[in-house]
């Protein structure tokens, strides 16, 4: 295992619970964890991991990413709080375990929150639902080792909307003297040729990849983070790779992969799809 982490070897992939592959890797070796790990409530072919036992699934894996994540690493968990079944008392509550996790990540874990960015679903799979609005989005929680982080902003600028290039021509904005904001002057400036600054929202459609795997992601949820807080040849690693996206948007990039699935099959596609990429 400490091959990958001391070698040039682009990626490793391994069948085994994710949790316990993170704690065997060389402490402070990783720079992103991103992962989608099985959602509360939901009914899949790797269990049931219900909203009263959720904290207790996730403990193991938060406490491998704080062994293996260096001190200026990260960690993205794409999460969707599915509602508690109704009864003949209650409606379909709305879990708040998603939140709960969060306050975990902080509290125990001693992770900063850089912030809870939502993706909006285009095309959400229709539930049906008459107690509340239909389910159209997911979170990324977005967590720090390090309480003042670096991020790479630049890499994931967006096109301007026409109406802010309108603005623009018009306005100047001068840094305040504290660095982060800036005041509005009547000069005009140039736009960033990178792009906008990017938002907390991400939009984009559920991935019509259909296959082997129930739930794959669309690359480009990995992509953004994956661009904004690593650089060539680190290593980015997935503790529920399923079909790999997180892996195939870290190669295509340049980054190295780790990732863990307890599904031999779901490592075997993977594993074929890096090696085709590459
Ligand atoms: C939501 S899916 C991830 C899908 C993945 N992001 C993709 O795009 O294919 C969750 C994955 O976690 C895996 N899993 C469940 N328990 C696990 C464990 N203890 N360790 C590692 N992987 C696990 C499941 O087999 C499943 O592939």
């Known amino acids: 295992m400490n091959d990958i982490i001391a070698s040039s070897t682009k990626f490793y992939t391994s069948c085994q619970d994710g949790a316990a592959g993170m704690m065997a890797l060389p402490p402070k070796s990783v720079k992103l964890i991103y992962g989608s790990p099985p959602y509360p409530n939901a009914d899949r072919n790797y269990g049931v991991w219900k909203s009263k036992d959720y904290l207790e699934h996730m403990k193991p894996f938060l406490a491998g990413a704080r062994h293996v994540l260096q001190d200026d690493g990260f960690i993205v968990i794409n999460v969707k709080a599915n509602r508690d079944k109704a009864t003949t008392k209650h409606s379909s509550k709305r879990s708040l375990i998603v939140e709960k996790l969060a306050i975990l990540m902080e509290e125990e874990f001693e992770l900063s929150c850089v912030d809870i960015e939502i993706w909006v679903k285009g095309n959400p799979v229709p539930t049906g639902l ?149």
């Open 130 to 278: 008459r107690c509340a609005c239909q389910d159209a989005y997911e979170q990324n929680l977005w967590f720090s080792v390090a309480p003042k982080w670096k991020i790479n902003l630049d890499a994931i600028r967006r096109p301007y909307e026409s109406h802010s290039l309108e603005t623009y021509q018009g306005y100047e904005y001068k840094p305040r003297t504290n660095g982060l904001s800036y005041v509005r002057k009547q000069k005009v400036i140039e736009p960033n040729p990178l792009g906008a600054l990017p938002l907390n929202v991400i939009t984009g459609g559920v991935s019509s990849k259909k296959g082997i795997h129930q739930a794959v992601q669309p690359v480009y949820l990995p992509e953004k983070y994956i661009k904004a807080t690593t650089q060539e040849s680190d290593i980015v690693l997935d503790p529920w790779m399923g079909s790999g996206t997180t892996g195939i948007a870290a190669l295509s990039l340049g980054r190295r992969f780790i990732g863990f699935d307890i599904f031999q099959e779901y490592v075997d596609v993977a594993t074929r799809s890096f090696n085709q990429l590459l």
